[in-house]
């Protein structure tokens, strides 16, 4: 079953490389995901994770909410058990109410996702 805290390892385009994806909030069937990248010139920095943080990291990043989405859990399942996505060591308490609060502070995130977020912490 998961949670919030529990990570996924997604693979993304352009060059399909794995990126570590954090469920922040779980509702009736559905999910919000946020992921986690390299820092860039002017990208939203509402949440910073330093190495050490989650075992996953090899250098300081920041949480994409720009691309924050709802997803159902069936889908997120029935990808895990067809191996398109991978599990990953959850987050600490901490670090997944840091994500949350950076989402609730991010100009980036969709309205629709702040929103799921809010009727669920």
């Not at 805290?5 to 946020?34: M, W, Y």
């Amino acid at each position: 079953m998961l949670t919030a805290g529990n990570t996924l390892l997604i693979r993304t385009p352009p060059n399909n490389k794995e990126h570590l994806f954090i469920i922040i909030a779980v509702q009736d069937c559905a999910a919000l995901l946020v992921n986690i990248t390299t820092p860039k010139i002017g990208c939203d920095c509402s949440c910073c994770i330093n190495v050490g943080e989650h075992p996953f990291l090899q250098h300081n990043s920041v949480v994409n909410y720009g691309d924050a989405s709802i997803r159902p859990m069936s889908n997120i399942e029935a990808c895990l058990k067809n191996n398109i996505i991978k599990r990953n060591s959850p987050v600490s308490i901490p670090l997944l109410k840091k994500i949350q609060h950076g989402a609730m502070i991010s100009p980036d995130i969709p309205k629709k996702c702040r929103n799921f977020l809010c009727s669920v912490i």
